[in-house]
Every structure is written in structure tokens, then in C-alpha cells.
């Protein structure tokens, strides 16, 4: 049976910080924010794809564990591609942004590098030639 990819979703200390985080390093616009009745924020942003990124945060009386940004088993990380690698590793360096490995280059000219997002969730850049 055939899929499709829906969303991704984040859960974050402050979802609102976290959004507005993900406006300024790669451009998402938040479509809706609303307060659920389990007393989360739920914040559903787009990507400029148009991928859904969802992001919500404790609900009552729920205390989450820290995440972490290293290497590990499950999801390790998500990546986001662009068409200016220089530019966009530039740019999250001068938000302050912790670049974890890299950046490097493949022999076919693809370039990563793997940096850490809000809510310790690793975040890998790419650019692929054209």
C-alpha cells in the first residue's frame, strides 16, 4: 500500500521560540497555532515546500525528557537541502547556531553539514549540485 510523508512533528520546551526559530534559519511560516484541550501548544508551520512541521509542547501535568542532537538509534535527524550551502551554513552560524560535524563534501560534489536545533534535535544541511 502506498504513502505519502504528512508531517514531522517536534515536541518543544517553548513552541512559540521554537517556531519563530525555525522562521529565522530556513524560512517556515506558522499556518496555525492553537491551545488544545490537553493544554499544549500545537503550532503547525510549512516548509517553503510546503511540508507540514509540526511543533507542540508539554501537555498539562506532562514533564518530557531532555532530547539529545547525537548520534543514535530511531530518528536520528531530518535534512533540509538548499541551493546555497555557503549562504544558509553562514547564516545559522550568526544566529548562534552549534554546527555538530562538518561541514564536508562528497566525491559527486554533495555537501552536509550536521547542526543543532532548538530542543537538542539534529538538523542536517544539504546541497546537492546541479
Not at 511540508?51 to 535527524?77: D, Q, R, W
Request: hydrophobic share 45%.
Amino acid at each position: 500500500m502506498p504513502v505519502k510523508f504528512h508531517h514531522l512533528h517536534l515536541k518543544a520546551k517553548d513552541p512559540d521560540k521554537t517556531a519563530a526559530w525555525y522562521g529565522e534559519a530556513f524560512g517556515f511560516k506558522v499556518v496555525d497555532r492553537v491551545v488544545r484541550p490537553v493544554g499544549d501548544i500545537f503550532i503547525t508551520c510549512a516548509a517553503t515546500d510546503g511540508t507540514t512541521f509540526v511543533i507542540s509542547g508539554e501537555k498539562t501535568g506532562e514533564t518530557l525528557p531532555a532530547g539529545n542532537s547525537g548520534t543514535k538509534f530511531g530518528l536520528e535527524h531530518f535534512a533540509v537541502a538548499t541551493d546555497d550551502f555557503d549562504a544558509s551554513l553562514a547564516h545559522v552560524k550568526a544566529m548562534g547556531v552549534p554546527v555538530l560535524d562538518g561541514p564536508m563534501a562528497t566525491p559527486t560534489g554533495i555537501r552536509i553539514a550536521f547542526i543543532e536545533a532548538p530542543d537538542n534535535v539534529r538538523i542536517e544541511l544539504m546541497y546537492f549540485p546541479k
